[in-house]
């Protein structure tokens, strides 16, 4: 909605804060699309590594899309690149929706 201003101004900081909110909670659409914006440089800085990162923790939730994102961006990485976003993804550790008090 707010990156492409369907049906609300155009806020494409309010849109990466949207995706990256949703990514880090595990949703694996928003990985992706999160990637994608890494990938293009479309509301963030570009940045290859980490648009791999997010298409691969989404493809290991079976994100189908992801996985042809993947092959692109390699063919397109070097593969000291691709071993850190690799790394990355490995390390993720999705935060919580909710918090827990006693």
Do not use: C, H
């Not at 999160?34 to 923790?57: C, F, H, I, K, P």
């Amino acid at each position: 909605m707010y990156l492409n201003g369907e049906g609300v101004p155009e806020n494409t900081q309010e849109a990466v804060r949207l995706y990256r909110s949703a990514a880090d909670q595990g949703f694996a659409l928003s990985q992706n699309d999160l990637g994608y914006l890494y990938a293009t440089g479309r509301a963030v800085e570009q940045n290859y590594v980490s648009a791999l990162m997010w298409y691969d923790l989404a493809a290991a939730q079976g994100d189908p899309r992801a996985l042809n994102n993947i092959a692109y961006m390699k063919e397109r990485m070097s593969t000291q690149q691709v071993s850190r976003a690799e790394q990355l993804a490995e390390a993720f550790q999705p935060v919580s929706q909710f918090t827990l008090q006693e």
